[in-house]
């Protein structure tokens, strides 16, 4: 899918999200990344890598996005976008993270100059995930 085949709505989350990817903290990495995460309502909250000298204390854009959103009162969402120099994908944890709260989320793939590689469902990214219904006492296989 290219730049051109995006609506204006996927592509103004995507260009939130090489905007945000400006602000990487990543002496170590140099590998910054961008995100964008929609509410479904429209607000958008961007967040980046910040990474730390003892490594595991490390934060992804993704995460980052997330936990501003959710410290500001949203726990719905429908879209997120994610930009890095080399097209990849939201790591395991963040996954994890972003299914507690919504297992449906499109995730928007995309590069530096805002061309989408991939636009697919969270779901997808993290199948048969482990979310808060495992946790209620009538959950059932
Ligand atoms: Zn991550």
């Known amino acids: 899918m290219s730049e051109n085949h995006t609506d204006h709505a996927t592509q103004q989350l995507v260009q939130a999200a090489i905007k945000a990817a400006q602000n990487a903290y990543v002496p170590y990495s140099n590998f910054p990344v961008g995100a ?27 995460r980052t996005a997330l936990v501003k959103a ?20 939201p790591c395991g944890i963040c996954r994890q993270m972003l299914y507690e709260f919504a297992p449906d989320l499109r995730v928007i793939v995309a590069m530096p100059d805002g061309q989408v590689l991939y636009d697919l469902p969270l779901n997808e990214l993290l199948a048969h995930g482990f979310g808060p219904k495992e946790l209620a006492p009538d959950a059932s296989r």
């Open 70 to 89: 959710v410290s500001e009162g949203d726990r719905t969402f429908d879209a997120l976008a994610v930009t890095t120099n080399s097209g990849g994908f």
């Open 36 to 62: 964008a995460l929609r509410t479904t309502d429209g607000t958008v909250y961007t967040g980046c890598n910040v990474e730390n000298a003892a490594y595991p204390a490390t934060i992804c854009a993704e």
